[in-house]
């Protein structure tokens, strides 16, 4: 099993910058990456960016490319999600989780969650 803690939402203006974390613990060797994931009030939880463990491999959703940097500490076994020039679209429940096997921007491929942690944008 492995477990993971999201933290660093919060309540920021248009524009502004955020940092997420998630920390991962347990059988933190049985995955080969992590991914950010968001779902938006009445909208299905979407990709956001995801990073592969052993090697700077990357991946953004378009909506985010240029804005959001994800980043990894593996002696952590910590995800990073820096977001700026935040938008209100941004606004929702962002969730890490770990990666397996498969695409990189479907959840199917990812297995344990953390809990997600909100991000809120006003405009």
């Known amino acids: 099993q492995v477990q993971l803690v999201e933290s660093g939402g919060g309540l920021v203006q248009a524009g502004e910058s955020l940092r997420l974390s998630c920390a991962a613990s347990?059988?933190?060797?049985?995955?080969?990456?992590m991914g950010w994931f968001r779902q938006a009030p009445g909208k299905e939880r979407e990709f956001v960016a995801s990073?592969?463990?052993?090697?700077?491999?990357?991946y953004y959703a378009d909506s985010v490319k240029g804005r959001f940097t994800i980043s990894k500490d593996n002696a952590k076994n910590t995800v990073y999600l820096q977001m700026n020039s935040l938008k209100s679209e941004d606004t929702a429940v962002y969730y890490c989780?770990?990666?397996?096997?498969?695409?990189?921007?479907?959840?199917?491929?990812?297995?344990?969650w953390g809990q997600g942690t909100q991000v809120t944008v006003s405009s």
């Open positions: 989780a770990t990666y397996t096997s498969g695409g990189w921007h479907q959840q199917g491929s990812y297995h344990y």
């Open positions: 990073i592969s463990k052993n090697f700077q491999i990357t």
């Open positions: 347990g059988r933190t060797a049985s995955y080969y990456g």
